[in-house]
């Protein structure tokens, strides 16, 4: 009887120890957001999301991967019980979304040089312009007016998406496009961080054309789970935790990125 027990107590607390662990999915070259850096995946959206499932009682086991895959996973996968920075696709088939996680500070940049004049998105219909994966659905009616697939499923000719956005800031500074559209944190931290592979410090021109805020969420396939995320992300924006983590990766010298390049050494 006695052997009897002490198996149903091993057995309980090993279920209970996998309870407590979840397999959660972060995005990967979006820095400062979510990126890998000497073998560590780090960035504004993973320190929150660990810091918030690590309040909650969980351990994690992370796996990095590309936007494209990350967002597919959000929608129709089941491998991940978390899948971390995504957009609102809304609830059902098993995956629950969020509250708004992180913003995202969207703008239409190009180099002087091109002489780009750019009021509203229309303007922007002879302009190559280059963005990130199904961006077109992301930065509202306007932008998919013009850029959205045409009836063959092709994107017009002077837009393309780009997998990895460290290569859309590639062909910025290469002239294979006139213009992209970023989050102003990314693209100042990949002007930065590439000021030693090209010339990044050629001046720039920067257009608020988008009215929509675009914000990052998490998508769960537990709602008592997502309910305790939210509650506990409320508590750290309250708090000032949330700022202080943003801090850590976005200082003065990030922000003024946006228009002036790195300082030549």
């Not at 690590?54 to 992370?62: A, C, D, P, T």
């Not at 199904?134 to 063959?152: E, H, Y």
Request: hydrophobic content about 40%.
């Amino acid at each position: 009887m006695k052997l009897i027990l002490a198996l149903l107590f091993f057995c309980s607390g090993v279920q209970a120890e996998e309870a407590k662990s979840l397999s959660v999915a972060f995005g990967k070259g979006r820095p400062p957001y979510s990126f890998s850096e000497r073998g560590n995946t780090r960035g504004i959206e993973v320190d929150l999301a660990m810091e918030i499932l690590k309040r909650l009682g969980y351990k994690v086991r992370q796996q990095v991967m590309s936007p494209y895959r990350i967002e597919a996973e959000a929608k129709h996968g089941n491998t991940f019980d978390v899948v971390v920075g995504v957009p609102q696709n809304g609830d059902g088939a098993g995956h629950y979304y969020s509250k708004p996680f992180v913003a995202y500070e969207n703008y239409l940049i190009a180099l002087r040089s091109r002489k780009l004049s750019a009021k509203k998105v229309s303007d922007l219909s002879g302009v190559r312009v280059g963005a990130w994966h199904n961006a077109w659905k992301d930065l509202g009616k306007d932008f998919a007016r013009v850029f959205s697939p045409k009836a063959n499923g092709r994107l017009p000719d002077n837009y393309r998406e780009f997998v990895r956005q460290e290569d859309q800031v590639k062909a910025l500074w290469a002239g294979d496009i006139d213009a992209l559209v970023m989050d102003r944190y990314i693209f100042g931290w990949f002007r930065m961080t590439m000021a030693s592979q090209v010339n990044t410090g050629a001046d720039v021109d920067v257009f608020d054309l988008f009215p929509v805020v675009n914000h990052s969420h998490v998508a769960f396939r537990d709602a008592k789970l997502r309910s305790a995320f939210d509650k506990e992300l409320e508590r750290m924006r309250q708090s000032g935790e949330y700022d202080n983590i943003v801090r850590i990766y976005v200082g003065e010298r990030l922000a003024a990125m946006l228009k002036s390049g790195p300082k030549p050494h």
